[in-house]
């Protein structure tokens, strides 16, 4: 999954850093690569497969602020999280593949200015996180493809759904919930619900009954 999300990421980036620089746009071509090292910085993490969710959350944050410039401001976003909850732990890019698919199915195509937004709540022993876009939705028969990743191999981060459900049965094997709904011309919700494990305990052998 990560080998499919670095490369066309960087390539389109670094083209349209190369155009911002050719109209003279240096502040935004600065704002950007600022933001891709950040991204790429939290995407390696050292090889660590586990990252806090302050580390998720930058760099989730810098990715949307550089789609936000790809896309001339077509969305806006918030990431609702507070601050305690930062040092918990979840799989590295986790939330940053479904922010991807809300842009690219959900809001690139909508007609309105539309928006995303990443919500992470404590409770019971458990992080609940929400990634919500009120952009275009899916029918029923789209949300069944987007679940079993039936999609062309062109509809860009559309691999995202079905590899998060096998990497969270792999990482939590049934302690954990994923659950989708989406509404034609409403906007669809992602629903996760991971244990709450300080970073600092987690280990990689840690098992799930």
Do not use: W
């Not at 040092?87 to 940053?96: A, R, Y």
């Not at 029923?140 to 860009?156: F, H, Q, R």
């Not at 981060?157 to 709904?181: D, M, P, Q, S, W």
């Amino acid at each position: 999954m990560q080998l499919q999300i670095k490369p066309h990421f960087l390539y389109n980036t670094l083209e349209n850093i190369s155009a911002l620089i050719e109209l003279d746009m240096n502040d935004e071509a600065v704002d950007i690569i600022s933001n891709l090292s950040t991204f790429y910085r939290g995407a390696l993490s050292k090889g660590n497969n586990i990252i806090s969710i302050r580390d998720e959350i930058s760099l989730t944050e810098s990715y949307l602020k550089i789609m936000k410039l790809r896309y001339y401001n077509i969305f806006d976003y918030d990431i609702i999280c507070d601050s305690n909850l930062e040092h918990f732990s979840c799989p590295k890019l986790l939330i940053q593949p479904l922010v991807e698919n809300a842009i690219y199915h959900g809001l690139k195509n909508y007609d309105d200015k539309g928006k995303v937004i990443v919500a992470i709540e404590y409770f019971n022993d458990e992080l609940k996180i929400t990634i919500e876009d009120t952009g275009i939705g899916m029918t029923e028969d789209e949300l069944k493809k987007v679940i079993n990743g039936n999609i062309s191999s062109s509809a860009k981060g559309g691999f995202a759904v079905k590899n998060t459900i096998e990497r969270l049965k792999l990482v939590y094997h049934n302690n954990c919930i994923f659950n989708i709904k989406s509404q034609k011309n409403k906007g669809t919700t992602i629903t996760l619900v991971i244990p709450a494990i300080r970073k600092d305990l987690y280990k990689d052998e840690y098992t799930f009954s």
